[in-house]
């Protein structure tokens, strides 16, 4: 698979992240066949094309740490859209993961999360 083919992918994968879900940059890797990506995952974040109103905000990393603050305009603007979204944090400022990590099932592909 090439690199286009893998950031179409990865864009497909975000677009399907329910509102009040988050997946982790590592879980996106792995559902776009590049488990050992998800640095690849935040460069398509950050370069992702406007016009595919992608929910990039619903992407956060293994820990639920919220997105470097030159993204989004900082990390107060995520949180808030996450908020919004009744994403809910743990008091360390982390999102509560346990609650609201996004899980696709087995569908056509065959894709099932480890």
Request: hydrophobic share 40%; aromatic share 8%; glycine share 12%.
């Amino acid at each position: 698979m090439n690199h286009a083919d893998v950031y179409k992918r990865i864009y497909t994968l975000v677009a399907e992240i329910p509102a009040g879900r988050v997946a982790t940059y590592g879980q996106i890797a792995w559902m776009a066949g590049k488990p050992d990506a998800p640095r690849m995952v935040g460069y398509a974040m950050s370069h992702a094309p406007a016009e595919r109103d992608l929910p990039c905000h619903r992407v956060v990393n293994r820990l639920g740490e919220l997105a470097p603050p030159y993204a989004f305009g900082g990390g107060e603007i995520q949180r808030a859209m996450l908020e919004g979204e009744g994403v809910p944090f743990l008091e360390n400022g982390r999102i509560d993961l346990k609650r609201c990590l996004w899980r696709l099932s087995a569908g056509e592909d065959g894709l099932e999360e480890p």
